[in-house]
């Protein structure tokens, strides 16, 4: 799928009946799923929840936003690709996409602005040096800032 070669992780969800609403159409609220289930893709894939396990600290969502772009509809598939495109010690920016396999075209594109949080603390906190260095062996042109 061209629209998303620049995406590291991409997953495939079905898109199911109950996920539309009165007005026909997938609920606006099903992206941010969608978005977190790609979220959790790439953190499968920097080992980012081994050291919430261990240390207990991990990703916490600060912000995050969509772009409606073309309704969705069951029966579908989408493929979501999900990226970061900023990264300090502390903090993260991804950005997302929903292409509909029945559309053959993007349907939505998203943003989130993630932090590093120390759950055993309840404070901020900064991202273990291997799950940094994971992100930037995956995101080949990014660089920490």
């Known amino acids: 799928i061209k629209e998303l ?3 590291r992780v991409i997953v495939e969800l079905p898109v199911l009946w109950g996920q ?3 007005f026909k159409h997938v609920n606006n609220t099903v992206y941010f799923r969608y978005f977190e289930s790609a979220r959790i893709a790439y ?3 920097i080992d980012m929840y081994k050291f919430l396990k261990e240390d207990g600290i991990g990703p ?3 912000a995050t936003s969509c772009t409606f772009i073309k309704p969705l509809r069951y029966p579908d598939t989408v493929h979501v690709g999900c990226r970061t495109t900023r990264i300090t010690e502390a903090e993260m920016d991804q950005e997302y996409a929903v292409y509909s396999r029945r559309l ?3 349907a939505a594109t998203g943003a989130a602005n993630i932090v590093a949080y ?3 603390a309840l404070k901020k906190s900064k991202f273990p040096h291997p799950v940094i260095e994971s992100i930037l062996n995956l995101e080949k042109d990014l660089q920490l800032s």
Do not use: C
């Open 20 to 22: 539309m609403d009165a």
């Open 104 to 106: 053959k075209k993007l």
């Open 118 to 120: 120390d759950y055993n």
């Open 43 to 45: 953190g499968d894939k």
């Open 5 to 7: 070669t620049d995406y």
């Open 60 to 62: 916490i969502l600060a």
